[in-house]
């Protein structure tokens, strides 16, 4: 080919069979972790998480505006303490996934969450787009994040969620060599499993997540696009209820997550409560941070 000719385009669809599969086979569901019994004989496991990305929602896009970055703040200053108080009224731990800046700004936070009795998770040092990122730096913010964490609560994360659920060719081998216990970033099924590296079994467990479980897709705005809240919270509330209804139907997983800086104004906090207090009307039910559920289905596999 001269140089004056241009590269074939490398579409998908001209790949050899060798390489699709190794797309796909790369991080792949392995076998289902799903326990015959949640502890103590519970029929359902419900998992609710946070994501405190506070002031690193705008931090990550180099983005300097005070404007926005008080809407980060209002997470910490607001959304955290109606939350805490809202799970301390009705005895329920939670997951708080945590950016390492955001634990630096607010470290007295994390640790009164500890000691209310949450877990800690690695969420990023500044909610980067880790895919975005030479393998070198991606492993290099994921376990200063991990250490940064430990130094401020006195307790080493055990568990990630990668910033925006993004997840690069090289996150999983990172966490491995963390030996962290559990991913939750990932949507292979409703239920826990193993993840597979190249066909390999990694004895990491997937907590999964998915988009109608996270308060963000509801309620998010950017005043200079078209994305404006559309759903009320009540129409919220009802998804969030018929997906734990599903979970308990089913014996499995209610895994949440939401957003301090979304989820703690004032008409939307109330939805949390609803929400507990309809779980907490059903028999059976074991609220669990994202550590204990991970274990307790290593425990049972």
Known sequence: ????QPEPQDHPWQWPEARWRAVVDKVRAGRSLKPAAWKDGARV???????????TSTLRWGDTSPGRLSQGQYGSRVGIPRI?????????????FVPAVVAMLHP??????????????IHSWIHELNSKLPPEDERDLQFRAADTLEKITGVR???????????????LAITREMGLLYDSSLMADDEPYELLENGEQTGVVELPVEWIRDDAVYFNMDRFSALRPYTPPSSVLEVFKAEFDGAYEEGGLFLLT???????????VRMLEDLIRHIRAHDGVWFATHAEVARHCLDAA
Do not use: N
């Open 108 to 121: 007295d936070e994390q640790r009164a969450l500890v000691g209310d009795g949450h877990e800690i998770g």
């Open 258 to 268: 939401m957003h301090p800086h979304i989820i703690g104004h004032r008409s939307r």
């Open 157 to 171: 994360p055990v568990g990630i969620r990668t910033p925006s659920w993004d997840f690069s060719q090289h996150t």
């Open 1 to 4: 080919m001269s140089p004056q």
């Open 84 to 96: 805490r108080q809202i799970l301390s009224r009705h005895g329920v731990p939670a997951t708080f």
């Open 45 to 55: 496991a419900v998992a609710i998480s946070f994501d405190s990305d506070h002031e």
